[in-house]
């Protein structure tokens, strides 16, 4: 695959928690959408939206540079994978006149749009989209025409690397965790899953493997550059320079500085595995993180002894603190997805999470109590926060 090297970059210090308004928290289930909206003081939530029940939402994303646009993939039972945008929040829908598609001479079609990360704060309307084959897609017109990224698309180790996949993981391999550096619009890292975490500082039309550190047993060669398994990667909103990723193979952080993913699951408590999908870093406090770990080998996707708990670090991983206050005590057999685990910006922080079950719980307490606001519902794919 192409490699392309830059100069280490000056982290951030600006960050602040963002004034009292209302919260909406989208929310993408097999079977539909809704939109909850909150009384303004996190306490009370109701349903707002319910939209094109039946059809599978992976994901839904209000763009935070006009807070008022709102990006959902779709997959209808006959029709295939789109885009649809609504600027009235959830009100009305507009599909996208030319959806993200890969072009005949590949051999392949988008089985369904999986991950949707509005650009840089500089470049307004612009959007780009991981998929299921493994692709990347970005429009320019707030999502009503997507093109390919052929950089990426097109390389052809990556694209033999796909041909491997085409058993992959549980639900097929997916395009991800689509993060760009808030201070330089070029550069960006996706995540696939499986191959691992890449890294470009031209809009992928050049990348290079970001994975030194990460190990994984189910390689022949555990320590290779590419062929991993990222569920989750999140860059901290105060310095771009720390990410952290919750792997198949265990939870690591990484200072760019470093350019080393350091495991850091390893230091949970005795008993409980750094196996899970979601990972959220706190946007004021790099040293902060929580997971939702899952039961270890045989990886039977559902928390430990059917208890549910969030664990937070303070401190990049030395310690981890388990958070279960308000949760199941028993038969929480669910899971969280790797989307559907995020948080607000206010003070203290609000984090929100959505179970294969139909639930979604939320703290306003930072995770030191939970309270469930939503159940019912289908399987939760993704729960975004809007900030309005």
Not at 247 to 264: A, E, F, L, M, S
Not at 357 to 382: K, M, N, Q, Y
Request: a neutral charge.
């Amino acid at each position: 695959m192409p490699t392309k090297t830059a100069p280490r970059k000056t982290a951030s210090k600006k960050s602040s928690a963002r004034a009292n308004g209302d919260l909406l928290l989208l929310v993408g289930t097999r079977k539909g959408g809704f939109i909850l909206r909150d009384d303004g003081k996190r306490k009370e939530w109701k349903t707002a939206r319910e939209i094109m029940i039946g059809s599978t939402i992976h994901h839904m994303v209000l763009d935070p540079r006009d807070r008022k646009t709102i990006l959902m993939t779709e997959r209808g039972g006959h029709l295939g994978p789109t885009i649809h945008r609504s600027t009235d929040f959830g009100k009305t829908w507009t599909e996208a006149t030319t959806p993200p598609a890969f072009p005949a001479d590949l051999g392949i079609s988008i089985h369904h749009n999986f991950w949707l990360s509005p650009g840089h704060a500089s470049e307004p309307g612009v959007w780009y989209l991981g998929t299921s084959p493994q692709g990347l897609f970005r429009s320019e017109d707030a999502g009503a025409t997507w093109s390919e990224v052929t950089g990426l698309n097109h390389d052809p180790e990556f694209r033999a690397a796909q041909r491997e996949l085409e058993q992959g993981p549980p639900g097929g391999p997916t395009a991800h965790s689509i993060l760009i550096d808030p201070r330089d619009a070029n550069h960006m890292y996706i995540s696939l899953s499986g191959g691992g975490v890449f890294e470009s500082f031209d809009k992928f039309a050049t990348f290079r493997p970001f994975n030194k550190g990460i190990s994984s047993f189910f390689l022949e060669n555990p320590t290779a550059e590419v062929g991993h398994d990222p569920h989750a990667t999140r860059m901290n909103a105060l310095d771009p320079d720390r990410l952290y990723q919750q792997n198949h193979c265990g939870v690591y952080t990484i200072d760019y500085r470093d350019g080393v993913w350091v495991r850091i699951g390893d230091k949970l408590p005795k008993g409980i595995s750094d196996h899970g999908f979601p990972i959220v870093t706190h946007p004021r406090d790099p040293k902060t993180a929580w997971i939702f770990p899952n039961e270890a080998f045989p990886y039977a996707r559902v928390p430990h002894d059917g208890k549910p708990a969030t664990f937070v670090t303070h401190n990049f991983g030395k310690t981890w603190k388990r958070q279960d206050k308000g949760l199941p005590t028993s038969g929480g057999w669910f899971t969280v997805k790797r989307q559907a685990m995020n948080s607000d910006t206010r003070d203290p922080l609000g984090l929100y999470f959505g179970t294969t079950g139909g639930e979604v719980w939320a703290s306003r307490d930072e995770g030191e109590s939970w309270t469930r606001i939503a159940d019912g519902l289908p399987e939760i794919f993704s729960v975004e926060v809007g900030e309005i």
